[in-house]
């Protein structure tokens, strides 16, 4: 098993995984002011939790959007598992070309996304990952990174709407039941929720039309699951999406 690890701006998610099977998946809140101390005592407590003996563990791998928190982690993950773990970066073996004008400032979690989508789903696609930020990736039907799309995710929109407005209170994020709200709150979450929705299937009808052709469609994130059932577009969710594609970065990059 690899224990496979995605540090974002709000959320780090740790899984165990394989080829067989994902053992299973937490996630724990992105903090610069905790120690290494302090994420391996989380660690450890999720590795228990989950019943799973670091004996099992035969690597680890860590992608991260936080730079100043990687050293954190990675000494974190060594003195749970004895195991330092591979950093996704520049120079590794990803199997996907990168047609970016700087490939080296494209985010490590789209590339993995990429990666694993790209094993499983037809070509071309299209991944969309929706956390802190909602990232679209592209990859054409040669199997190259060609771009994508940078939005401001659900609770950043959210919360940005709250603190800029006076009468607008901060709210729990919830799909409501119709479009047409009929109090402040549900016209809120409408237009979150709903707005989402649609940014996500027109900015795919217009990625449609730059690539010629229909592109399979794969999400994952924590809010995802939310959304892509309100949208038109087929879209196939994938929880476990950059955790199969750690492991796959592990397998290509571990000598």
Do not use: W
């Not at 809010?223 to 950059?242: E, N, Q, V």
């Amino acid at each position: 098993m690899i224990l496979a690890i995605d540090m974002g701006n709000t959320n780090t998610v740790i899984g165990g995984i394989d080829e067989n099977r994902t053992y299973f998946i937490e996630r724990v809140k992105t903090d610069s002011g905790r120690t290494d101390t302090e994420y391996a005592v989380n660690f450890k407590s999720i590795l228990e939790m989950n019943q799973i003996d670091t004996a099992s563990i035969e690597g680890a791998i860590l992608s991260s959007v936080v730079p100043p928190l990687n050293s954190t982690i990675l000494s974190a993950v060594e003195k749970v598992t004895g195991i330092r773990p591979l950093l996704v970066g520049s120079g590794m073996k990803t199997g996907i070309n990168i047609l970016m004008d700087n490939p080296k400032t494209v985010g490590s979690d789209m590339i993995v996304d990429a990666v694993a989508a790209s094993q499983e789903h037809s070509l071309p696609l299209v991944v969309i990952d929706m956390g802190t930020a909602t990232t679209m990736s592209v990859v054409d039907k040669k199997g190259n990174y060609i771009g994508g799309v940078i939005l401001p995710g659900l609770k950043v929109s959210l919360n940005s709407l709250s603190s800029h407005t006076s009468q607008l209170p901060f709210i729990s994020l919830e799909v409501p039941e119709k479009t047409i709200g009929k109090n402040t709150i549900d016209c809120m979450r409408a237009g979150i929720v709903y707005g989402n929705a649609d940014m996500i299937d027109g900015i795919l009808d217009r990625m449609e039309a730059e690539l010629g052709e229909m592109p399979s469609v794969v999400a994952t994130g924590g809010l995802a699951r939310f959304i892509t059932p309100l949208c038109r577009h087929k879209i196939h969710y994938d929880d476990a999406l950059l955790l199969k594609g750690l492991l796959i970065l592990y397998r290509k990059n571990h000598l």
